[in-house]
């Protein structure tokens, strides 16, 4: 119990020493946006006129590691109806800074035309994500499992 305990303790520091990095990362970028939806922010750029969930993160982050799989089922399962995308921070810094991004993983929630809604920093549920749609006036319809894509 005691080793579990000092695990424990050292995944929190080692999250807390990550967040500071990132922090420090993207420190001196304004971010008008924040938590606040409606922002402004326009959604990287895509022909695709349907709305879109863009999760910043990097490849290494534990929390970040978790969403994968989220991510990819929504793609799946909302083809057509919903873009996912996920952008690496490690990889493409400037897309991160550009989006205003302060801390990772962060979803950003566009509608169809592109305009950021609202954003959530830290790792979301499946559940959550699609509550978060719902919520902002967007229903997402599931892909019809009988029919083949394109």
């Known amino acids: 119990m005691r080793n579990r ?3 424990l303790s050292l995944v929190s520091a080692a999250f807390m020493i990550a967040g500071i990095l990132m ?3 993207f420190a001196g970028q304004s971010n008008a946006a924040g ?3 409606g922002t402004g922010h326009v959604a990287p750029s895509s022909t695709i ?11 290494k982050c534990i929390p970040c590691k978790m969403m994968a799989p989220i991510l990819d089922e929504l793609s799946a399962e909302y083809a057509g109806t919903l873009r996912v995308e996920f952008i690496d921070v490690q990889t493409d810094p400037d897309k991160a800074m550009q ?3 302060r801390g ?3 979803q950003i929630f566009y509608d169809s035309k592109g305009k950021e809604l609202y954003r959530h920093i830290g790792f979301i549920s499946k559940e959550d994500i699609l509550k978060s749609f719902d919520r902002l006036g967007i229903k997402l ?3 019809d499992p009988g029919k083949k894509s394109k």
């Open 23 to 25: 922090m420090a990362l």
């Open 35 to 37: 938590q606040k939806s």
């Open 49 to 59: 006129k349907y709305p879109a969930l863009v999760d910043v993160g990097a490849k």
């Open 99 to 101: 989006l205003g991004v």
């Open 104 to 106: 990772i993983p962060t």
């Open 141 to 143: 319809v599931k892909k």
């Open 5 to 7: 305990g000092l695990f």
